[in-house]
Each structure stands twice: as C-alpha cells, then as structure tokens.
C-alpha cells in the first residue's frame, strides 16, 4: 500500500509563488516516477508535470514550463512543485500521483496511486 498526502497549497496573489510537497509513505518510493496533476471545477484533469524515479529527467505541461518547477528528495520521501509566476488560470485541486505503467507520463490512467489533492487559488 502506498499513501500519498500533498500539502503547501492555499491562496496567493498573480505573480506570486507556492510550494507543494507530496509525501509518500511506503519502502519503494525512489522506484516510481512520479507526476502532478490540477483539476479545476468544470474541466478535465490534465498533466502539470513529472519527474523520473531518480529525478533526472523532468516534463511540463506548456502551460507550466518556465514557472513550474518538479523536484524530488528520495531521503526525504517526498515530491516538490515550485510555482513562480502564478496566474488566475493556475487555480485547481493539484495532486500527485505515482506512474505505474505505460510510455506517456502525461496520462493519468498511466498512474496508480493518487493522494487526496490540495486546492491552489490565486486571485488577481
């Protein structure tokens, strides 16, 4: 079994920035990549960004890339997102998840594991 609990979300103003953590628990967290996913009320979920199992290799979304930022700490069990520049449009429910299986990391049902999301606003 593996759980996964985001944190660091909450309401900040255009241009300003957040971190997300995702802490997992589990022996075999340094094994799986690893994503973040928003989903904002009326539209579908879609890809934020992902990062390899040893944190060598990341991807953005075009919408992210240049203000986001995909970290990992394996000591630490735990993923980060950095968010600089954060517009309006940023505002979602942002969850991690652990890649599980097929070639595209931008698609969730490549993803098996999910934590509970934690709400991102940003206000004008």
């Known amino acids: 079994q593996v759980q996964l609990v985001e944190s660091g979300g909450g309401l900040v103003q255009a241009g300003g920035s957040l971190r997300l953590s995702c802490a997992a628990s589990?022996?075999?967290?340094?094994?799986?990549?690893m994503g973040w996913f928003r989903q904002a009320p009326g539209k579908e979920r879609e890809f934020v960004a992902a990062v390899s199992w040893s944190g060598g290799s990341t991807y953005y979304a075009d919408s992210v890339k240049g203000r986001f930022s995909i970290s990992r700490d394996n000591a630490k069990n735990t993923v980060y997102l950095h968010m600089n520049g954060l517009k309006p449009e940023d505002t979602a429910v942002y969850f991690c998840?652990?890649?599980?299986?097929?070639?595209?990391?931008?698609?969730?049902?490549?993803?098996?594991?999910w934590g509970q999301g934690t709400q991102v606003t940003v206000s004008s």
């Open positions: 589990g022996r075999i967290f340094s094994s799986y990549a």
């Open positions: 998840a652990r890649r599980c299986c097929g070639s595209a990391y931008y698609s969730p049902p490549n993803y098996d594991y």
